[in-house]
C-alpha cells in the first residue's frame, strides 16, 4: 500500500449523520468527487468502501487554507485507533506542517476539541498534532484544497505494512526512547462493565504471583504505552485496550490475550506486527447479554464467565504459579458478585424491555452455571459491596 497523499480541489465536507451504527459505519464528512470511483479517500473495511455518500446539504463556510483531511472523532477509544487516526502519520510524513480536518459528529454532541473525548486529544499528542493545527468543521464546509493519506491499516484483517511501521518506530523512539524490557503486566478491564466475572479477584492473584496489573483508563494514554514497551511480557483482558498498542511501533515483547469471547482474535494482525510473539487464550469464555434496542443480540456489553480450571491451565502454561495463590472459593463468590451487579445494572436499562431480552439472559445464567442468581435481575437498586 502506498502511504501518498491524494489532492483535491473544493470539496463539500458534510458533518457526520450516521457513525458506527445504522447500517453503515459512517455517512458524512467529504464529498468526494467521482464517488463510486474513490477508495483510498474514502473510509475501508478489508480493502473496499464501506460508507454511504454523505447527505449534502447547503455550503455554510469556507475553508481556505490547505487541510488535510483526518476522519471523524467518535467516543470509543478502540474504534478511534482502530479505524479514524490511521491517515494522521503518513499525512505528517509528506507534509510535517499539516493542519487537519475533522467533521463534528452532532449526533454524539462532538463539535469541537473541547467537547471531544480526551483520548482524542492525547492521540494527537502523541503524534505531535498541535490543537491549533486542527479544525473541527461543525457546518457543511467547501474546503478549497484538501489533502487525504490512505488508512495505514483497515478493521478487516488488513495490517501495516512496514513503511508504516517504521514511521512509528520513529515516532516510539521520540515519545519512549529505548525502555529495557522486564516483568509481565496485566491489562485489566475489571473497573469496566464488560469484564470478566470474578476480575477483581484475579487481579489479586495475579498481584500475589508478581504480575503487575494494570488498568489503562486510570493513566494517560503516553504511559500506557509506555507500560506496554517496558514490558517483557504483557497480558491483556481481550478489549479496547489492544488497539492502544496501533500507536507503537515494532515495541512489543511476547503478547497474549485472554479472550473474552469464543474463538475471539481481536486486533490480532495489528498487534501481530509490533510483537515479538503473540498467543490468544482460550479459558472456555461464556457470555451473559441481553438484547439491544433494535433486538440484536447485544454481545458487546457482555459480561464473560470463564472456566477457572482452563483459566489456571493457561496462566500456568504461560508460566504464572497462580494456583499457589487461588482459592477457588472466593473466586467462584467474586463471580457471582459481579454477575449480580451486572443484572442489577441491566436490569435498569430499557433493554431488560426489549423482547425476548430476559430469556436471553436467563438462558446465559443457565448455559454459565449460575441459574440461582436469576432473581437479582428484579432487584430494585445494586447491591452494596
Not at 454481545?299 to 494456583?323: F, K, M, N, Q, Y
Not at 430499557?350 to 439472559?361: K, N, Q
Request: proline share 8%; net charge positive.
Amino acid at each position: 500500500m502506498t502511504l501518498r497523499l491524494q489532492y483535491f480541489d473544493d470539496v463539500p465536507i458534510m458533518p457526520y449523520t450516521r457513525l458506527l451504527g445504522g447500517g453503515s459505519p459512517h455517512e458524512g464528512g467529504p464529498v468526494w468527487p467521482d464517488w463510486e470511483r474513490q477508495t483510498t479517500a474514502r473510509h475501508c473495511r478489508k480493502g473496499q468502501p464501506c460508507d454511504h455518500p454523505p447527505i449534502i446539504l447547503p455550503i455554510e463556510d469556507i475553508l481556505a487554507e490547505p487541510v488535510a483531511w483526518a476522519g471523524p472523532i467518535v467516543p470509543h477509544f478502540g474504534h478511534q485507533l482502530a479505524e479514524f487516526s490511521l491517515r494522521i502519520l503518513p499525512t505528517l510524513a509528506e507534509w510535517p506542517d499539516a493542519v487537519f480536518a475533522f467533521a463534528a459528529n452532532p449526533p454524539r454532541k462532538i463539535t469541537s476539541l473541547a467537547t471531544a473525548p480526551g483520548f482524542f486529544r492525547e492521540i494527537l499528542a502523541w503524534f505531535g498534532v498541535a490543537p491549533e493545527r486542527t479544525r473541527v468543521l461543525v457546518k457543511p464546509t467547501l474546503a478549497a484544497r484538501l489533502r487525504v493519506a490512505p488508512q495505514a491499516e483497515q478493521l478487516g484483517r488488513i495490517g501495516p505494512a512496514p513503511d508504516y511501521l517504521d514511521l512509528l518506530d520513529t515516532l516510539t523512539r521520540k515519545r519512549l526512547g529505548r525502555p529495557g524490557r522486564r516483568g509481565r503486566l496485566y491489562v485489566s478491564r475489571a473497573g469496566q462493565s464488560a469484564r470478566f466475572a470474578g476480575e477483581r479477584y484475579l487481579e489479586t492473584a495475579l498481584a500475589a504471583a508478581g504480575v503487575a496489573v494494570f488498568r489503562p483508563e486510570r493513566v494517560a494514554l503516553a504511559q500506557q504505552l509506555r507500560r506496554y514497551a517496558v514490558a517483557e511480557h504483557v497480558i491483556f483482558a481481550e478489549g479496547s485496550a489492544l488497539h492502544g498498542t496501533q500507536l507503537l511501533g515494532r515495541a512489543l515483547g511476547r503478547v497474549s490475550v485472554l479472550c473474552r469471547r469464543p474463538s475471539s482474535r481481536l486486533a490480532e494482525v495489528f498487534v501481530q506486527a509490533r510483537a515479538q510473539s503473540l498467543e490468544y487464550l482460550d479459558c472456555g469464555a461464556q457470555l451473559i447479554y441481553g438484547l439491544d434496542a433494535t433486538g440484536r443480540i447485544a454481545d458487546s456489553r457482555a459480561l464473560t464467565v470463564l472456566d477457572e480450571a482452563l483459566l489456571l491451565d493457561r496462566l500456568e502454561w504461560l508460566g504464572i504459579p497462580l494456583r499457589r495463590y487461588w482459592d477457588s472459593a472466593q473466586y467462584q463468590a467474586a463471580c457471582a458478585d459481579d454477575i449480580r451487579e451486572w443484572l442489577v445494572s441491566f436490569a435498569q436499562s430499557p433493554r431488560l424491555a426489549v423482547p425476548g431480552s430476559r430469556e436471553r439472559i436467563l438462558a446465559c445464567l443457565a448455559a454459565c452455571g449460575f441459574a440461582a442468581l436469576a432473581p437479582a435481575i428484579d432487584a430494585p437498586t445494586p447491591p452494596i459491596r
